[in-house]
């Protein structure tokens, strides 16, 4: 069965510091696509990234980078960094070719506040 | 570019009153699909359309109708809202079932049962 778990619901930083968004998946296809979304305050959702299953390499966009590890089944989001703009909920998502549904499995989020 | 255009943004209804929830894309995608976010629930699928004429359930249908007439257009109706349906309502599309692209969302319908 597919799952992504988010364990952390809330999060508080303080401007300038890093963060970490923990993200862990469940899937049993070889094939699978992984997201993060980002629902700002007035909320809708903004798509950040999608990484396949075939491709660990890390990647790095501005202050933003994420670590996708298939041994631990993670896919975590790291912002370097924050600003009071990032404050947001922000969903990690799992799409895999054996959905009958053909539908996206979302986490149940993460709240960051980021304070000034 | 429009994307998916979804209205009422907002709406307030009474227990046992009916709606439809409007949404619509331009980008002629075949998968349409409506989800429900409630706190700390994350997204919950309610249904969706492989295309035209053809619409399924998702994991929490009950309460709710769809149809799929135009590859444009995928209303959603609460037949006899209750309390429990209180939450904002997000509808989706992609390419087709089977495409790893990223979902397009409409900007929400946030949704109140009295």
């Known amino acids: 069965a597919q799952k992504v778990t988010q364990a952390q619901t809330e999060i508080s930083v303080v401007e300038k510091e890093d963060v970490t968004l923990d993200c862990v998946y469940e899937?049993?296809?070889?094939?699978?696509?992984l997201f993060w979304y980002k629902q700002p305050p007035s909320g809708e959702l903004v798509f950040l990234i999608r990484r396949n299953s075939f491709d660990e390499q890390n990647e790095i966009s501005g202050r933003y980078s994420w670590n996708f590890q298939k041994s631990t089944s993670s896919f975590n989001f790291t912002i370097t960094a924050s600003q009071v703009v990032d404050s947001a909920v922000y969903f990690c998502?799992?799409?895999?070719?054996?959905?009958?549904?053909?539908?996206?499995?979302f986490g149940r989020g993460t709240q960051l506040t980021v304070w000034p | 570019n429009a994307g998916v255009t979804q209205t009422p943004k907002f709406q307030v209804l009474k227990t046992g009153q009916s709606m439809t929830l409007q949404c619509a894309q331009d980008m002629n995608h075949e998968y349409m699909s409506w989800y429900r976010q409630d706190p700390g629930m994350g997204l919950r699928l309610i249904h969706y359309?492989?295309?035209?004429?053809?619409?399924d359930q998702g994991e929490v249908p009950n309460g709710y109708n769809v149809s799929r007439s135009t590859t444009e257009d995928f209303p959603l109706r609460l037949l006899s809202a209750a309390p429990s349906q209180t939450s904002v309502y997000f509808c989706?599309?992609?390419?087709?079932?089977?495409?790893?692209?990223?979902?397009?969302f409409g900007d929400g319908t946030r949704l109140s049962i009295l």
């Open positions: 998502a799992l799409f895999d070719r054996g959905s009958t549904l053909g539908r996206l499995y």
């Open positions: 989706a599309s992609r390419p087709n079932r089977g495409s790893n692209q990223p979902q397009h």
């Open positions: 359309s492989v295309g035209a004429g053809i619409t």
């Open positions: 899937t049993r296809d070889t094939t699978y696509y």
